[in-house]
Structures are given as C-alpha cells and as structure tokens.
C-alpha cells in the first residue's frame, strides 16, 4: 500500500487542521492505519490509531480529547482532525498503515508509511 499524507500547514494555538491520507494499492480496509509524529530533535511517536472497520480508536494523551481520527475504506483515505492546536503540536506528521490485527499504537506494528506533513502551530 502506498501512502500520501496532506494537510499540513501553519496554524495558530487554539485553532484546528485536518490531516488527510489517501491509500492506493492493495484493500485498504485490510489494514489498521495511524498517525504519528515527529517534532524537531524527538523521536517519532504515536498519534492515534484507527481500526480496520473504523470501529476502534485509540488516542496518545497529548492529543486526547481534541483529536478526531476516521476512515473512509470507500474512499481509501484516513483523516485526523485536530482542534485547540498547542505550540507543542508542532511537527511532521505521519499517517501509517499495520497489518495486524487490532489497533496499534507502537512504531514497529506499522509496516507503511507516507512522506509527511509538516504542521507548524504558532502561539
């Protein structure tokens, strides 16, 4: 499966972005997907996940509670809408997609990985 993440952009604290990936190749609802996150100098870390039927999701506290992540397996694509952006926010954002069962919220779960989107939030 490929992936091509969008939706990045500059946004200001309080305000909200939503993040897009589309999947091509192979059934898309064959795989639970997520979203991670690199700042500046940090390690990758886990976003959110979302379960193959869209049935099951899961949320890191930092974003837990202003998060939204949904999928679309019509449409192959798998968004995260972001609301009251923080400063900390700031980062590339990336969609990956597992072919394990059930939700996953560790790195090496993810066998696919899209390029990136770059948000930067400011205060």
């Known amino acids: 499966v490929q992936l091509q993440a969008s939706g990045g952009g500059l946004g200001q604290a309080g305000g909200s972005l939503r993040l897009s990936c589309a999947a091509s190749?192979?059934?898309?609802?064959?795989?639970?997907m997520g979203w991670f996150r690199q700042a500046p100098g940090k390690e990758r870390e886990f976003v959110a996940a979302?379960?193959?039927?869209?049935?099951?999701?899961t949320y890191a506290d930092p974003v837990k509670g202003r998060s939204t992540i949904s999928r679309d397996n019509a449409k192959n694509t798998v968004t995260l809408q972001m609301n009251s952006l923080k400063p900390e926010d700031t980062a590339v954002y990336y969609c990956?997609?597992?072919?394990?069962?059930?939700?996953?919220?560790?790195?090496?779960?993810?066998?696919?990985w899209g390029q990136g989107t770059l948000v930067t939030v400011s205060s």
């Open positions: 990956a997609a597992s072919t394990r069962v059930g939700i996953q919220s560790r790195l090496r779960e993810y066998s696919y």
């Open positions: 190749g192979r059934s898309f609802s064959s795989y639970a």
């Open positions: 979302i379960s193959r039927s869209g049935g099951t999701t």
